[in-house]
C-alpha cells in the first residue's frame, strides 16, 4: 500500500481527537475510532451536538 495512504488516515485520526474534544467528548477515544472507521467517524462527529 502507499505510505501516504497510512499518513492520511493517521492525519484524519488526530483532526477527529480534536474536533471530538472540542465538543467535550473523548479525544483519546475518538482517536482510536477513527483509526478503525476513518472518514466514518468524522461524519458522525460532525452529525453529534455537543454534550
Given at each position: 500500500m502507499n505510505e501516504g495512504?497510512?499518513?492520511?488516515?493517521g492525519t484524519l485520526a488526530l483532526?477527529?481527537?480534536v474536533l471530538a474534544q472540542g465538543k467535550n467528548r473523548s479525544g483519546f477515544n475518538w482517536?482510536?475510532?477513527s483509526l478503525l472507521l476513518g472518514p466514518?467517524?468524522?461524519?458522525s462527529?460532525?452529525?453529534f451536538d455537543k454534550k
Open positions: 495512504y497510512f499518513v492520511g488516515w483532526i477527529n481527537a482517536f482510536l475510532l466514518i467517524a468524522t461524519l462527529l460532525a452529525l
